[in-house]
Structures are given as structure tokens and as C-alpha cells.
């Protein structure tokens, strides 16, 4: 079988399963990748290979990547010739990282450096309702609910769907977009040239906003969904409707958030000072 078929079928075996386009592309990316190194026909492929490809690219990234590189090849494999030649590959431990997170000063920062009408209402509502950046560019019009004041997430991570609230503070400039999108004959909330807005199109304005606001940390679109979650914990939301609220199927995913505020650590006392 030739490369460009294999990765046809493998393309045609991940929009059935209903995986993301995010999902889509990495796992094409990754077998293309392996396949171009080790110049093989696809059937061909060994275990051996797999070891020589991560031994040459792998060994100084993460252990996330490591883990979706054999899962991409896994499933490639399992699918298209019903053998997993990853099978004697030992999975590494996935990293338990913080995620880095916004103060409340530099999100306010964030915000008033956009200059872009529209721009600033995407990053807004992207904390507002601790939005994936996908979730985001996927909303419709008809997804948002003006009169209960909450908008719909259809089939977001997992295939769930969801609510959001819509803060007080944007139900007039929502209300005034939506209205303006519709007249333009436009399905999606935020919509370009080409219908819905791009995840990269989101992340270059977080960037740069970031930049201009002169924040020292490491920022893009899902440090807003970290950041929101994190002030709710802070303001003394209940962890199980923090989880809810981002769609997490598991509590533990939500409890990360114990770890990241600071504030919440700033509350408890030593022993010491019940000694008196």
C-alpha cells in the first residue's frame, strides 16, 4: 500500500470514529512523518522502526508527545492492518505540569491592550465562559440564549455538550454581534472570509495581546480557560461545579486547580497561630 493511500484510509477511519480535525490532522502528521523517515511501505513498518524514529526525533520532547505519537501509530496500525506494532513500546509517565495561569490584574490587561471590537469580545467571552478555543470557533448563533442569559457548547471535548453563563457585562455587546451576524447571513458567532474563524486566527490575537500587554508568562487561549477556572476557585466556587462548568468528565482533571491557586493557599493558617 502506498503512503498517500494509507493515510486516506487512516484519514477515512478517524471521521468515522467522529475524532477532532485536531485529532485528524496530528495522527496523519505522525504516521507521515514515520513512514518519510523510514522509507518503507506502510505494511512494511516494524517495531523497530517506530524505536528508530523516536530515538532520533523524540528523546528531548515531552512525554505527552511520546504518548500521542505511538497512540497516532497504534491506531493507524490497529485499524488498517489489525496489528499494533507499538505493542512492546513502553509508554513514558506523563508529566504532571502546572498550568500557567493569569492574575486577575493581567487579564484586565489582557483585555484593554485589544484594540478590535470583535477581537476583544472573542478573548473576552474565551475567559468569561472558560471556552476551549475550539468550542469557541464552533458556536453559532443559535447556540446563544439571550432570555436564560447561557449559551450552549455542542459536542465539545469527549462529545459533550454543555452550558455556559453569559456575563451580565457582555450580554449587550453578544446580543448586538449576534444580531449583526445574522443580518450578514452568517451561521457561525465569529465567522472570516471563509465562514468560521480558525483556532490559529484565536491564538495570534492572544498572542499578541499578551505581548503588548507586556505579560511575562507564557500566553494563549487555554491559559484562559486555566485562568477562569482558577478565579472561580478563588471566589470560593464548589470544585464540582468548576467541573461542569468546564466539561470534565473527571473531578480529579478539575482538582489540578487546587494546585494552581494561590490565593486559596494564602488562607490557611499555620498550626502556629492556633497555638495561642
Do not use: W
Not at 524514529?53 to 501509530?73: G, K
Not at 469527549?158 to 443580518?183: A, M, T, Y
Amino acid at each position: 500500500m502506498e503512503l498517500n493511500e494509507f493515510l486516506k484510509k487512516l484519514e477515512t477511519e478517524l471521521k468515522i470514529s467522529k475524532n477532532s480535525l485536531h485529532t485528524i490532522r496530528n495522527y496523519t502528521d505522525a504516521n507521515k512523518n514515520l513512514l518519510n523517515f523510514c522509507k518503507k511501505l506502510p505494511e512494511k513498518v516494524t517495531i523497530d522502526d517506530v524505536k528508530a524514529y523516536m530515538a532520533e526525533y523524540l528523546t528531548e520532547r515531552s512525554s505527552t508527545s511520546i504518548i500521542v505519537f505511538l497512540a497516532a501509530i497504534k491506531y493507524a496500525y490497529s485499524n488498517i492492518f489489525q496489528k499494533d506494532i507499538t505493542a512492546g513500546i513502553k509508554r513514558p509517565r506523563k508529566e504532571k505540569r502546572l498550568p500557567a495561569v493569569l492574575t486577575k490584574d493581567e487579564v484586565k490587561s489582557l483585555f484593554e491592550v485589544i484594540t478590535n471590537k470583535k477581537s476583544k469580545l472573542m478573548v473576552t467571552l474565551l475567559y468569561a465562559a472558560g471556552l476551549r478555543v475550539s468550542e469557541l470557533t464552533n458556536l453559532r448563533t443559535a447556540d446563544m440564549n439571550f432570555i436564560e442569559m447561557i449559551g450552549h457548547v455542542k459536542q465539545g471535548k469527549g462529545r459533550k455538550d454543555r452550558i455556559f453563563n453569559i456575563p451580565e457585562n457582555l450580554l449587550e455587546d453578544l446580543n448586538l454581534h449576534v444580531e449583526s451576524q445574522k443580518n450578514l447571513k452568517q451561521e457561525f458567532l465569529f465567522s472570516g472570509k471563509k465562514g468560521a474563524l480558525s483556532p490559529r486566527t484565536i491564538q495570534k490575537i492572544v498572542s499578541l495581546a499578551s505581548h503588548k500587554a507586556e505579560i511575562q508568562k507564557n500566553v494563549h487561549p487555554h491559559t484562559l480557560r486555566h485562568s477562569f477556572a482558577t478565579h472561580l476557585l478563588e471566589n470560593g466556587t464548589d470544585i464540582r461545579f468548576i467541573q461542569e462548568l468546564l466539561g470534565h468528565a473527571d473531578l480529579s482533571t478539575t482538582q489540578l486547580y487546587s494546585h494552581v491557586s494561590k490565593e486559596q493557599l494564602k488562607k490557611i493558617k499555620s498550626p502556629l497561630d492556633s497555638l495561642s
